[in-house]
Every structure is written in C-alpha cells, then in structure tokens.
C-alpha cells in the first residue's frame, strides 16, 4: 500500500465495491440477479478481469494469458454455482460447491496467481476472486445462512468479544509453551492500533470467515452437523496457515503454526455460528491478529 499509485488506489475501491454491495444488500441483489436470464447472471462476471486489465496496463505487465483467466475463472465459478443451485435446491452442499471452494482455498494458500501481479499488490487479485466467489454464492447461489452483512449489531462486539477472553489465554499459553509466541515491545505507537486492527479486519479477517465460516463451515453443517463442521472447519483453517510465518525447526510445514491456527479456528467458528454472523467472528479474528502483530 505504501508505494500505491492513484490508478492502483482506484481499482481497489473499485474491487471493494462488490463486496460493500454485498455485504449491505446481498439479499436484494441476488433477488434482483434472479430475474435475470441464466445466459447473463452466468457471463456477467467477464467484468472481473477489468481490475487486472487496468492494473496490468499501468504497470506495463499486462498478459493475455492472465487476462484470459481472469476473464474465464469467474464465468465457470457463476456457472457451477447455478448448476448446484438447480441441482441442490435444498442447499445442503453440492460436488461443485466443494470442487469451487477447494480450487479457491488452493489457489489462495499456494499463491497461483500472484505472479500476475506487481510487487506488493497481489491482495489486489486476491480480492478479485473474492469478488467471484461473493458473485456466485451471493447472486447466483444465493445460499442462506452465511452472514456476511456489514450492518453491525451490539450483539456482534460482544459474541466476537467474549470468544477473545475464551481464546487468549489458550493461546498465549499453548503458544509459549511451544516456544512459537515471542512477547515484545511494538515499534508502533498506540494510535496506530485502530488503524491496523481496520486493516486487518477488513483485508484478512473479513475474507478468511467468509471463506472458512460463511462457505466452509456452513455448508459442513448441513452434511455433518454443528460440532463436527466446526472441527473440520477450525482443522482446515489451521492447514491453510502451514506455510506461513517459517522458522529454522519448520522449514516446510510449520505445525505450530497450524496448531495455533486450528485452536483458533474453533473460537471464530463459535463467534460466526452463535447468530451466524461473519462480522462476530471476524471481530475475534481481527483482534487476535492485531494483538499478536503489537505484541508477540
């Protein structure tokens, strides 16, 4: 963000206003995509790959390739979502659902496509298939029960707030016991606190538990029940960290981290499911990032 230019600046705002309409109007939005014949809801994302065209033009990097499959990418996810939507009317989890949800989960975790971007900007194209997936699910899908909705309620700050006072003391111990978590003193000065707890709830909270909680757990729910979703959700959301934050001991698979992660997942799982609700576990999310990031 710090060597952002105008044109970089404006296709962010530009990526974030799908998710702002979503996240404000998701129901009358896929209402409205409902009258829609089937041929436009499925081509309309071709949009997507305008933020690509416009970043890789000012940066002088554009590809045919990439744009090809930033073009095709979105398309094929609102046309398996629709197919599920006809074939699984009771939306208890379709084979597509699963192949589009893990095809994302991978792609993000192992950064396949960040090389279609500029140093430093690669959240870009990882909000671009936010973007997609917030499309299919939302518009096309239209599955229930996902909470993602930015009209924030008390009950959020104190469900995302309460499984914090659970989580820390689990975590601090479990953590330093293991020798994973360092306390430190933060470079940072106090005001920066709000503005990096903003950042990271909109930019890494945000998009984890509508991946993990919105999409994951809850359609897990609806095959296997409440405990075991969240188990296998908070499990999987621990995997997805395995190559994060290397150290000498885990060069390759940093099962402290995913530990860690895992035990953590359980609390966000709780936040999201107690109203399903996304902001509530989100808030958990972004607090125990931003403590950890002050410092440990």
């Known amino acids: 963000m710090q060597n952002a230019t105008p044109a970089d600046i404006a296709v962010l705002v530009l990526e974030l206003t799908p998710a702002a309409v ?33 970043i ?35 939306q208890r989890g379709n084979w597509r ?8 989960g991978l792609a993000i975790d ?30 096309v899908r239209r599955l229930h029960g996902t909470g993602f909705d930015f009209h924030f309620r008390w009950s959020d700050w104190k469900t995302g707030l309460r499984e914090l006072a659970f989580l820390t003391p689990v975590v601090l111990g479990l953590g330093m016991a293991m020798g994973f978590l360092h ?3 933060s470079a940072l000065r106090w005001f920066w606190m709000i503005p990096k707890w903003i950042y990271i709830f ?21 095959r296997v ?25 885990s060069a390759h698979f940093n099962w402290r981290y995913v530990l ?3 035990v953590a997942g359980i609390f966000y799982g709780r936040a999201w499911r107690q109203r399903r609700r996304v902001p509530a576990s989100a808030i958990t999310h972004a607090s125990v990032d931003a403590i950890w990031s002050f410092w440990f």
């Open 97 to 104: 659902d699963a192949i589009i949800l893990l095809m994302l």
């Open 110 to 139: 192992l950064r396949w496509f960040e090389r279609a971007w500029p140093n430093g900007l690669a959240g870009w194209g990882k909000l671009l298939v936010v973007d997609a997936a917030l499309y299919g699910f939302v518009a």
């Open 22 to 54: 979503f996240g404000f109007a998701g129901q009358r939005v896929g209402r409205a995509c409902a009258r829609w014949p089937s041929t436009v809801r499925s081509a309309l994302p071709v949009l997507c790959a305008l933020p690509y065209v416009l």
């Open 56 to 90: 890789s033009c000012s940066h002088q990097m554009f590809s045919w390739r990439w744009c090809a499959l930033y073009a095709a990418l979105p398309v094929a996810i609102a046309w398996l979502l629709g197919q599920a939507a006809i074939a699984d009317p009771e």
């Open 183 to 185: 306390p430190h003193d």
């Open 225 to 249: 029940g409440r405990r075991a979703a969240l188990g296998i959700t908070a499990v999987l959301f621990g995997l997805s960290h395995f190559n994060k934050h290397f150290s000498k001991s």
């Open 202 to 222: 909109v930019f890494v909270a945000l998009p984890e538990e509508l991946y993990f909680r919105a999409w994951v757990q809850n359609l897990l729910e609806r």
């Open 260 to 262: 860690l992660a895992s």
